[in-house]
């Protein structure tokens, strides 16, 4: 009997202190190999704070997904797109766009409907559309499978490793 297939795009990152978005993080997520990739972090508020910045730094669309306005680009204030209050009409939307794009959306086990949950795994399989992301934001995330293997997951951890480490001529952890 053939071993059940394993995600192997799963890439662990670290931050402590004050800093609560892993360095790179935009970069990282740009360069999956998945245009669907899976965010588990603790600082979601302080991942969509960076996410604005990158966006207004670099110029890209970058977008995010409420219940109250649907997308909303995260470059310029006030911007949404029209009839995306579902996040099954903001997928759609993704997938009909021609256009570079990074789109937010929160990993609430509510929302991942099976139609959703449908048009994420057309997302994640697409090869074509590689200018595309979709980040799945949230923390503890659940999501079922064959959608987690098709996915690139970041797995943010704060705090100190635990581990001891030679730094300087000492012993210190983390």
Do not use: C
């Amino acid at each position: 009997m053939a071993e059940p297939a394993v995600n192997e795009a799963i890439t662990s990152l670290r931050t402590n202190g004050d800093i609560h978005v892993p360095e790179g993080l935009y970069d990282q997520v740009l360069e999956a190999k998945s245009n669907l990739v899976i965010l588990d972090t603790p600082f979601s508020e302080d991942v969509i704070s960076y996410l604005r910045q990158m966006a207004q730094r670099r110029g890209h669309s970058i977008y995010a997904w409420n219940a109250d306005t649907g997308l909303s680009s995260l470059r310029e204030h006030g911007i949404t797109v029209a009839g995306s209050k579902r996040i099954s009409e903001a997928l759609r939307f993704v997938m009909q766009s021609n256009r570079f794009g990074v789109y937010v959306l929160p990993a609430d086990k509510r929302e991942l409907t099976p139609q959703v949950l449908a048009l994420l795994r057309q997302i994640a399989r697409t090869k074509d559309g590689g200018d595309k992301r979709v980040l799945m934001l949230g923390s503890e995330i659940e999501i079922p499978s064959p959608l987690d293997r098709l996915a690139h997951t970041l797995i943010h951890k704060h705090g100190l490793t635990g581990k001891l480490r030679l730094r300087d001529g000492r012993w210190i952890r983390g």
